[in-house]
């Protein structure tokens, strides 16, 4: 963040102790930190929150973290999330409402557009999106045998999303926007470096008939849609529906989706890393994808453990065989200490 976005969190910051009291009530301070559930307030201590330190930078002030999920940011953004808001003008809003500061008087300057396809338009879009909880594309996922996803931050529903078709598909110039799945693509900071996009048909509950309902936009190369924070151990894959299968069995498990074989291949690993697991796709480009990532890993000390799907890909083991035998079949491939550790047995 940038601008009035930043020296409200740093006012915030500065009395973060207050700031949680009362946006998490149910948690409570143990040292230097507020411990609770998570960002809707629910008791326990796998959220926390820094209450001392500096104004910036590591160890900052009003700096959060959700070990269950990966989710992390600051008190803007804990605000954001613990009131269910989905524009960060409605953020800011209430931010200054809670230290009772006046809004600032509206800037008639003409806003400048971010280039179509950008990083910048990227963000703007995951921005305008809002949690798939009670969407449609909740039920898409839920259509395809994932029921858990709705506690996942890097996923965002937009309702009307603009597409853009192909003049030779009827089906292209029927309408110009449909609801649509928004997945933030993150570098290894967590910054948001572009979206994947699939457009979603609200009757059928499957992808909008389009030529292309899946489109990703920003800096891709490298980056993907992280869920959790990978100190040790990670899965990486291709596809959304892939990584969230595997998600189903192994919960506490930190994965990224790459997108595509290509962008797998060419994903950057986390320097603390030990272990990743390839999930690969069954099919030639998954299997060159899995093993041109595999050899980088190793070359740099991480140990390289490939999963392999019954069928073409997790997300067709977990709606075909089921998440009794994927389960069998996802022990039969872990470490054995990361069977205890990520998989429900």
Request: one cysteine or more; proline letters at 7%; aromatic letters at 6%.
């Amino acid at each position: 963040m940038h601008g009035p976005a930043t020296e409200l969190a740093h006012r915030l910051a500065r009395d973060a102790e207050a700031v949680c009291r009362h946006y998490l009530p149910n948690g409570r301070r143990e040292g230097r930190y507020w411990l609770v559930g998570d960002i809707e307030n629910t008791p326990g201590r796998s959220l926390f929150v820094r209450l001392e330190g500096p104004r910036q930078g590591k160890g900052a002030a009003g700096k959060w973290t959700d070990a269950a999920t990966g989710e992390h940011g600051d008190l803007i953004d804990l605000i954001a999330a613990n009131q269910r808001l989905s524009t960060l003008r409605d953020a800011l809003d209430e931010a200054r409402r809670f230290l009772s500061l006046p809004r600032p008087e509206p800037s008639y300057a003409p806003s400048v557009p971010a280039p179509t396809g950008s990083p910048d338009a990227a963000r703007r879009l995951f921005a305008m999106a809002k949690p798939i909880r009670g969407t449609v594309a909740e039920a898409y996922f839920r259509a395809r045998g994932i029921a858990e996803v709705r506690d996942l931050a890097s996923l965002r529903f937009h309702p009307r999303c603009y597409y853009r078709g192909d003049g030779d598909d009827p089906h292209d110039r029927v309408r110009d926007a449909w609801p649509a799945l928004i997945a933030a693509v993150t570098d290894l900071h967590g910054a948001i470096t572009g979206a994947h996009r699939t457009w979603i048909d609200p009757v059928s509950i499957d992808k909008a008939p389009v030529s292309t309902p899946r489109r990703s936009m920003g800096l891709l190369l490298g980056n993907g849609v992280r869920f959790g924070v990978a100190p040790d151990v990670l899965t990486a894959g291709e596809g959304l529906e892939t990584m969230l299968s595997l998600k189903q069995l192994m919960p506490k498990m930190p994965m990224v989706a790459a997108l595509s074989a290509n962008h797998l291949a060419a994903l950057e690993l986390p320097a603390t890393l030990r272990r990743v697991y390839l999930a690969r796709d069954d099919d030639p480009a998954g299997r060159r994808a899995a093993a041109t990532l595999a050899a980088r890993a190793r070359s740099v000390g991480v140990e390289a453990l490939t999963l392999a799907p019954a069928l073409g890909d997790f997300n067709e083991d977990l709606r075909r065989v089921g998440s009794v035998a994927l389960g069998q079949g996802l022990r039969l491939q872990l470490a054995p200490e990361d069977i205890e550790r990520f998989l429900i047995l």
